[in-house]
């Protein structure tokens, strides 16, 4: 009922509301309600009673002409004939009340107690309870089950599957590469000596700084995360070590005595930290991880390249050392990864921890070059796998083919019939040796190993591929350093004193330095070279004028086989003549006497041992303009200072005319030369089976 009223209450005073003056404020109109109040000018307010189902009539009763008047705003002109008291209400015909129930529910009440007079109807029956829902959770729970199941089953085929192929081992991978000092802001912001690099001409010059500056603090950095270490032996004698390469120690046996690779002992560098606090050297330190980015000349300072950006190391005195890099085929560059993953080259110790254990579990291996690194390689597995097998007999031998492009194996370096004589040591490893051949594309076989395609038509399927087929200078700090390069010999330009900008020097297999015995800038790929540069160069930082000139100088060994030692300028097109030790002709005779009756064939000329014994031990000399510009020792019995003396010789310009002369002063005593004839060279004609003489 009070919501009634109320409800009616709002919506009539909606409508009829009406202002009569700002001084009386609001009236309000009492349809809806039991009192209807109403104000006349004269009298006072007068309570007009609601009669139930009555309509009410407004009183005094409103004149039907008169205009409702309405204030719109407060400043809106009243009429003349304005009453504020005289508001006509509309009428209002209001609904009769429900019969009361208060006697009966009295009468109720005191005979009966509470209660209430309408009886209370019964409350309606419960509907029925919903039917239980579907178990769609016994569901759930058994399709993940057999799916769990179905899992686990196939997991199981997959692991089966893989043990019949052999993959079940557990898969190796090259460790992390791991900088130190770990964070940047522990590298020296300033140095005294700076070595970019940390390899053969990095350490030479070191130890030159040290013999010459007995106080000076040399700080290394290198791109590779371990101590400076020496290369040669990653194609030699680090593939007969029974385990595999150990950062920690990289140990290897040679002539039954252990020997390291790492140049220095970890322990004789400082911490970088303790290194920049020490004021007064002799002090060494080393951050390993670390890539040069640039050198600015002018302002003494190194950038090197951290994670956030660039960390200047400003120096006094800085030699850059970044060596080379192998020079990888092209059908390899643009190979997809499975076909790149079976290919590698040899330059750090990373790529030897890879090789090393890919060619352990490869079954056929191919080298790809005729180098001095891609023979020393063929050579020393051949000889891996013969050792491998008096260990164990019972082992797969591991099938290896050497193939190069020329007739000879170092065919830039060699005359063609000593390249030939040679590439016979190797096949007498058990090498198959492919010349004359070159690899002409690579793809991944179907069983998923790596088929290369020979330039003879035949295509190979292998393991594992080896590819030494030369290398190049690093020079990418060059660009940004705004260093110049040579164009022709490739490196950064330097003069006959290593330096390339003031107190910037360059020394090793990046620099191409000016020879003034010589006239010309030479750029040089060896070990030992590396260290003659490294050693000039740290001595000129320490304040001296010392000129480079130096011969080429390194060399090949393939064990007790053969000892080939380079000094000079050498090349295949060059002019040559060669001193050999023969066997006396009555011996000759025999043997090749005894082969034939032997086996009632003519032998191939190669296995004869005339043919064996003819390259046994000798010498070569090379010639420019009938001087001779170049040695090379065949074989010869190991005379420590043969090279010194080489180089002086050849600095003193000898004729050709003094041969002799030059052999007895190289060692080569007992002698008498032969010269043979560019046919007697050559091998006499093919084999043939069943020959017989009449
Ligand atoms: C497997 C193998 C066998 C070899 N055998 C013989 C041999 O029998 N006889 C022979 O005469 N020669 C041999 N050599 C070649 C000889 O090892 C090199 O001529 C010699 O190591 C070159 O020395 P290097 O100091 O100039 O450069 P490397 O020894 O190559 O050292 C370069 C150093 O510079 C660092 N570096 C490069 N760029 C940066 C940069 N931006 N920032 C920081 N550091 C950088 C590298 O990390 C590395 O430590 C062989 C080489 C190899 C790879």
């Not at 043997?591 to 003519?602: D, F, L, W």
């Amino acid at each position: 009922m009070g919501t009634l009223r109320y409800y009616s209450t709002l919506r009539n005073f909606n409508n009829i509301l009406a202002v009569s003056n700002q001084n009386l404020g609001l009236v309000m109109t009492g349809a809806g309600h039991y009192k209807n109040y109403s104000k006349n000018k004269d009298t006072c307010c007068k309570d007009t009673f609601q009669a139930e189902g009555r309509s009410v009539e407004n009183w005094p009763k409103g004149d039907s002409t008169m205009q409702i008047w309405r204030c719109d705003g407060p400043q809106q002109p009243q009429p003349i004939n304005y009453d504020p008291y005289k508001i006509r209400s509309p009428e209002v015909v209001v609904p009769p009340l429900p019969p009361s129930n208060a006697k009966p529910m009295l009468e109720c009440a005191r005979t009966k107690g509470p209660c209430s007079v309408k009886p209370v109807a019964d409350p309606p029956p419960c509907p029925p309870p919903p039917p239980p829902p579907f178990p769609w959770i016994y569901v759930w729970g058994l399709a993940s089950f057999f799916g769990l199941m179905g899992l686990i089953y196939k997991l199981y085929l997959w692991n089966e599957a893989r043990i019949k192929l052999g993959e079940n081992v557990p898969v190796w991978r090259p460790r992390r590469m791991i900088k130190r000092p770990f964070h940047h802001k522990d590298l020296p912001p300033c140095v005294q000596y700076l070595i970019i690099g940390a390899g053969a001409a990095a350490w030479a010059a070191y130890r030159s700084i040290i013999e010459h500056d007995k106080k000076a603090k040399v700080f290394f950095i290198s791109k590779e995360d371990c101590l400076p270490y020496d290369r040669p032996p990653m194609s030699k004698h680090m593939w007969w070590n029974p385990d595999p390469p150990d950062i920690d120690k990289l140990n290897y046996m040679q002539n039954w005595k252990q020997k390291t690779m790492y140049l220095s002992e970890c322990h004789k560098f400082m911490d970088p930290v303790k290194f920049y606090r020490t004021e007064t050297g002799p002090a060494v330190s080393i951050a390993t991880g670390w890539c040069v980015q640039r050198v600015d000349a002018d302002y003494h300072v190194a950038w090197v390249k951290t994670l956030c950006g660039e960390q200047p190391i400003y120096y006094e005195r800085c030699l850059l050392a970044p060596g080379s890099k192998p020079k990888q085929l092209s059908m390899f560059k643009s190979a997809p990864k499975p076909v790149r993953d079976r290919v590698c080259t040899l330059r750090t110790i990373r790529d030897l921890e890879i090789a090393y254990r890919s060619v352990k579990a490869a079954k056929h291996v191919v080298i790809i070059g005729g180098g001095s690194l891609g023979c020393e390689l063929a050579w020393h597995l051949g000889r891996m796998n013969k050792m491998e097998k008096e260990v164990d007999p019972e082992k797969q031998p591991l099938e290896i083919v050497h193939i190069y492009k020329d007739k000879g194996i170092m065919a830039g370096v060699l005359p063609e019939y000593l390249g030939e004589w040679a590439a016979e040591k190797i096949k007498n490893e058990g090498v198959t040796v492919k010349p004359k051949t070159q690899v002409y594309d690579a793809f991944q076989s179907p069983d998923g190993r790596l088929e290369l395609t020979l330039s003879d038509g035949s295509s190979l399927v292998t393991d594992y591929a080896f590819v030494a087929v030369g290398a190049e200078p690093r020079v990418e700090l060059a660009e940004p350093s705004e260093l110049e390069l040579d164009d022709v010999n490739g490196g950064f330009l330097v003069n006959t004193e290593l330096e390339a900008r003031t107190h910037l020097y360059v020394a090793g297999d990046a620099a191409s330095f000016y020879s003034q015995w010589k006239d010309t800038r030479l750029r040089l790929e060896h070990y030992l070279n590396a260290q003659e540069l490294g050693h000039v160069a740290g001595s000129n930082m320490t304040g001296y004028w010392q000129a480079c000139n130096i011969e080429p100088h390194f060399w090949l060994r393939f064990e007790d086989e053969l000892q080939v030692e380079v000094v000079g300028e050498v090349g295949a097109c060059m002019p040559t003549i060669g001193i050999f030790k023969q066997c006396t002709t009555e011996e000759m005779a025999k043997k090749t006497q005894a082969v034939e009756s032997a086996s009632g064939e003519r032998p191939c000329y190669k296995k004869t041992d005339e043919y064996k014994n003819r390259y046994k031990r000798g010498m070569l000399m090379y010639l420019r303009d009938e001087t001779v510009v170049g040695f090379v020792f065949w074989n010869m019995p190991p005379i420590e200072d043969r090279s010194a003396v080489a180089t002086e010789i050849l600095r003193a310009k000898p004729s050709y005319k003094d041969i002799d002369l030059l052999a007895e002063l190289l060692g080569f005593v007992d002698t008498k030369c032969v010269y043979m004839k560019e046919e007697e060279l050559v091998e006499p004609g093919p084999c043939i089976k069943n020959w017989r003489t009449f």
